[in-house]
């Protein structure tokens, strides 16, 4: 990038010097982005669709629908946005973020041949409270139950009525837009007993992010405990993703 600025900005020869071109990099805090690895496949399918598209009607159509898209996207991160900022404001408002983590396989063997055994799968639905910034980790393995509607919502329950104080009375839930574990009659039935049951809780909303676009806070939690089972030895048991993912931080707490 040095080389290419002072090809392009060269001045009776005089270069900048890479020490000066570093020090303006950093005092800008400019930074290279990363190559994305979670796009929207909506985007995908829309951008790829128009380098094939043949007509300038279909292609205004496509264009139209993309940027709907976009649209609806700016709208959820603003959102999502304007809940964080109404739960750091007032003590009667919590805002809650989940997300099941990719599937911890046990034992944690790196063999080929271990690969295509049958291996027992522990399961992580994390809950990050925004106000707080405490983690919750609701961890079981298969051999006790999967990961269906039933699992999350039983997880959700328990986090209301174990973690959220009774001075709050409004609940925002932020999650993707998963219907067999999100998006569904049984979630929507367990907020329904949490408002009869619940000493202070009067209003739960449930906001579905746009997949591809909005970042949750659940997946930099992910990232540490990935970070962490990458320096780990060879764990045998489900115990032992319980004990790793305790020791993350301060704030990762396992249930």
Not at 99 to 104: A, K, M, R, S
Not at 127 to 150: C, Q
Not at 229 to 253: D, H, M, T
């Amino acid at each position: 990038m040095l080389k290419m600025f002072n090809e392009k900005y060269k001045i009776d020869n005089f270069e900048v010097s890479y020490s000066s071109y570093y020090r303006i990099f950093k005092t800008c805090n400019l930074k290279f982005k990363q190559p994305s690895a979670d796009t929207c496949a909506t985007c995908d399918e829309l951008v790829t669709q128009l380098k094939c598209v043949k007509t300038e009607t279909e292609k205004i159509k496509l264009k139209e629908k993309h940027e709907l898209h976009l649209r609806k996207a700016d709208a959820a991160y603003q959102l999502k946005r304007e809940m964080k900022s109404a739960a750091k404001d007032s003590e009667s408002v919590r805002r809650l973020i989940f997300d099941l983590e990719q599937v911890f396989s046990t034992p944690s063997v790196t063999c080929g041949k271990a690969y295509y055994l049958r291996q027992l799968s522990v399961y992580n639905l994390t809950i990050v409270d925004s106000k707080t910034n405490v983690t919750s980790n609701y961890m079981w393995h298969k051999g006790e139950a999967g990961r269906g509607a039933t699992e999350i919502a039983s997880c959700l329950y328990k986090h209301f009525m174990d973690e959220v104080p009774n001075t709050v009375t409004h609940v925002n839930l932020c999650s993707d837009c998963c219907t067999g574990q999100n998006r569904n009659s049984i979630i929507a039935g367990m907020f329904q007993i949490v408002l009869a049951l619940h000493p202070s809780i009067k209003q739960i909303d449930h906001v579905f992010l746009v997949p591809g676009h909005t970042r949750l806070e659940c997946d930099s939690r992910h990232s540490r405990i990935e970070a962490k089972k990458n320096k780990a030895g060879l764990i045998s048991v489900p115990s032992g993703w319980y004990e790793l993912v305790s020791s993350v931080g301060e704030k990762y707490n396992v249930i």
